[in-house]
């Protein structure tokens, strides 16, 4: 029987945002959101925080601690190890990485990797290998015998700082690409080669963020699907300004 666990990798110690991840948004944490939205993801059957043991992540414990949300504290540089810790303490199986600075995070797309990881004979599914999604919606699932083997054997600093660079990079798993579901290419804004930014990096990605939110959250209902966003983007283009300078990931 699975025990799917969402790892949601949190620290305060952006160079670019510091403290991102608990800047507010709305009258909540940014953190607050992400974990709300990938427990509302109906294939998820717990959520947990992995953050690191430096001082500065102690807001980030006092946080979980306040909210009755679970979390475990590990290396910040290592953070391969500190995922693997996390997943082991938690028996997981499979394991889905989420990240803290992507606040319209999907359940719906949650549940569509989930389910094409389930459906597929593959050991990694994910949204990222070739986005169609925009970035801030990122997913990626794997089995924990997949995670077992890039602890064990990923050495280079980029692969134990980005989780799963070994697992895509290594040529040693079977992985799967989830295209979105919905047509990008119908909205007057975008392109074939348009990434969206849905992602908080940057002081402008937070005040795009902070924009949209106000626009889409009624009466304490925070939870709201891409296609909002995109409509409201496509009636509202001076939001689509605020970050358009800062290029999406790919």
Same mark, same amino acid.
């Given at each position: 029987m699975?025990n799917?666990?969402?790892?949601?990798q949190?620290?305060?110690?952006?160079?670019?945002l510091?403290?991102k991840?608990?800047k507010?948004?709305g009258?909540?944490?940014?953190?607050?959101?992400?974990?709300?939205?990938?427990r509302s993801?109906?294939?998820i059957?717990?959520v947990?925080?992995?953050?690191?043991t430096?001082?500065?992540?102690?807001a980030?414990a006092?946080?979980?601690d306040?909210?009755?949300?679970?979390y475990?504290r590990?290396?910040e &540089?290592?953070v391969l190890?500190?995922?693997?810790?996390?997943?082991y303490?938690?028996?997981?199986?499979p394991?889905?990485?989420?990240t803290?600075d992507?606040? $319209?995070l999907?359940?719906?797309v949650?549940?569509?990797?989930?389910?094409?990881y389930e459906w597929? &004979?593959?050991t990694y599914a994910?949204n990222i290998?070739?986005?169609?999604?925009?970035?801030?919606?990122d997913?990626e699932? $794997?089995?924990f015998?997949s995670? &077992?083997?890039?602890?064990?054997?990923?050495?280079?600093?980029?692969a134990?700082?980005?989780?799963?660079t070994y697992?895509r990079?290594?040529g040693? $798993?079977?992985?799967?690409n989830?295209?979105n579901v919905i047509?990008?290419?119908r909205?007057?804004?975008?392109?074939e080669?348009?990434?969206l930014r849905?992602?908080?990096d940057?002081p402008e990605?937070l005040e795009?963020?902070?924009?949209?939110y106000d626009?889409?959250?009624?009466?304490?209902?925070?939870?709201f699907?891409?296609?909002?966003?995109?409509e409201?983007?496509?009636r509202?283009?001076e939001l689509?300004q605020i970050?358009?300078?800062r290029?999406a990931?790919?």
């Amino acid at each position: 029987m699975s025990n799917t666990i969402a790892i949601i990798q949190a620290r305060m110690g952006s160079t670019r945002l510091p403290g991102k991840v608990l800047k507010s948004i709305g009258d909540r944490p940014m953190l607050s959101h992400v974990v709300e939205r990938a427990r509302s993801a109906s294939l998820i059957d717990r959520v947990i925080i992995a953050t690191s043991t430096e001082s500065s992540d102690d807001a980030v414990a006092s946080f979980c601690d306040s909210r009755d949300i679970e979390y475990v504290r590990g290396s910040e &540089d290592d953070v391969l190890d500190r995922y693997y810790q996390t997943a082991y303490s938690a028996d997981a199986d499979p394991v889905v990485r989420l990240t803290a600075d992507c606040p $319209f995070l999907s359940p719906a797309v949650i549940d569509r990797v989930l389910r094409v990881y389930e459906w597929s &004979d593959a050991t990694y599914a994910t949204n990222i290998i070739e986005y169609t999604h925009p970035d801030g919606l990122d997913v990626e699932v $794997f089995d924990f015998a997949s995670l &077992d083997a890039a602890w064990k054997h990923a050495s280079s600093p980029e692969a134990r700082e980005h989780v799963t660079t070994y697992i895509r990079e290594s040529g040693e $798993f079977d992985a799967v690409n989830v295209e979105n579901v919905i047509d990008m290419s119908r909205y007057e804004f975008t392109d074939e080669e348009t990434i969206l930014r849905w992602t908080v990096d940057y002081p402008e990605d937070l005040e795009f963020v902070r924009g949209v939110y106000d626009r889409l959250t009624q009466r304490g209902h925070w939870i709201f699907d891409q296609q909002s966003v995109l409509e409201l983007l496509e009636r509202t283009p001076e939001l689509r300004q605020i970050n358009k300078d800062r290029t999406a990931d790919r």
